[in-house]
């Protein structure tokens, strides 16, 4: 894509979600256009394409096939990720995929492979990455203001779903640590940033379904930093996490799922001293969206590490699950 400055783009799918997240950051971004969305029913990408004026198109690959696609975003069920995400790359295309990116560590290596054999951006869709809260926690880290960073705690968690959901579904993916374990297992090297690795876990099987309703991990880092992680839809909604340090703590409350207009509050605990700081509304996504943009259109040395990086945090974040999953006791 020599001298391309906007970045082309396609959806494949029309899921709940990236209607309310993703897809109107990708309106919203100037560095990229929204090309066409694809369902495999017509009058389903007929209605998405109409609310985000592009173009429907009837099946995937149908879409794959265009010329005027640079890269894909892809909100299938967890399941279909791997497939859709692997051909999307085979056809040139860079790809945001959402999370969880694959189910198993075998299927991240092999799309982390494609994607750096065709120099193609492959990331997977967390945006509270992007959030400037994290980058505000980041610096007090880093200017000491709890001291030596000793631990970090986490959980993601709601209520249980409609019964229909496709997250109790284990044929698609389905599951509460691929749906929410996946955000505190990637604040863990978030925030840990040494290798990670899976001390013990636990996860609670729904015996009809086949589905894990909830679950915890102990994770560390070599210098014996700690990670304790917990998820599941089976709980009031739970969504922080906290720092602690060898002279305090930071705590986010809406850590992962802060919407657009929201201040976040970060609390900086000392002793007996408790500080609240009132932080700056963000928009996550659009953050996601415009990085990706960027690193996607960058043609220099620096933009093919920031695509190689992107994929070998994606493989990363596999394995560290797929290791959750094996060290599991059941619930």
């Known amino acids: 894509m020599p001298g391309t400055r906007v970045l082309r783009f396609g959806v494949l799918g029309c899921a709940t979600i990236a209607q309310r997240t993703t897809l109107p950051a990708l309106v919203a971004e100037p560095l990229v256009r929204l090309v066409a969305v694809a369902s495999r029913d017509g009058d389903k990408a007929a209605a998405v394409a109409a609310r985000f004026d592009c173009l429907p198109v009837t099946g995937y690959q149908q879409l794959l096939a265009r010329d005027d696609v640079d890269a894909v975003y892809v909100p299938l069920p967890p399941a279909l990720h791997a497939e859709w995400a692997g051909r999307a790359l085979a056809a040139g295309k860079h790809v945001l995929v959402e999370k969880p990116a694959v189910t198993t560590a075998g299927q991240a290596a092999d799309l982390v492979a494609a994607a750096r054999a065709g120099d193609r951006l492959l990331m997977?869709?967390?945006?509270?990455l992007h959030h400037s809260q994290h980058a505000a926690v980041r610096q007090l880290i880093e200017q000491g203001a709890i001291g030596e960073p000793r631990a970090v705690v986490a959980e993601f968690a709601f209520p249980p779903l409609p019964g229909t959901d496709i997250r109790y579904r284990a044929d698609l993916g389905g599951g509460a640590l691929?749906?929410?374990?996946?955000?505190?297992v990637r604040a863990s090297t978030l925030y840990l940033q040494d290798e990670v690795r899976?001390?013990?876990?636990?996860?609670?099987p729904d015996p009809i379904r086949g589905v894990d309703l909830s679950g915890a991990a102990l994770v560390s880092a070599p210098d014996g930093r700690t990670g304790q992680l917990t998820f599941g839809f089976d709980r009031s909604y739970q969504c922080f996490l906290t720092v602690r340090g060898s002279e305090g703590t930071l705590t986010l409350d809406r850590a992962f799922s802060a919407p657009p207009t929201l201040r976040p509050v970060l609390r900086l605990q000392r002793q007996d001293q408790l500080e609240e700081r009132t932080l700056p509304a963000d928009h996550q996504f659009a953050r996601l969206v415009a990085s990706f943009a960027a690193i996607a259109l960058d043609r220099s040395g620096a933009g093919v590490a920031a695509r190689n990086a992107a994929?070998?945090?994606l493989l990363q974040q596999?394995?560290?699950?797929?290791a959750v999953r094996a060290a599991a006791l059941p619930g």
């Open 318 to 322: 596999a394995v560290l699950v797929a």
């Open 198 to 204: 899976v001390i013990g876990a636990v996860l609670r």
């Open 124 to 128: 997977e869709n967390f945006g509270f």
């Open 178 to 184: 691929l749906d929410a374990g996946v955000y505190p």
């Open 311 to 313: 994929g070998a945090e």
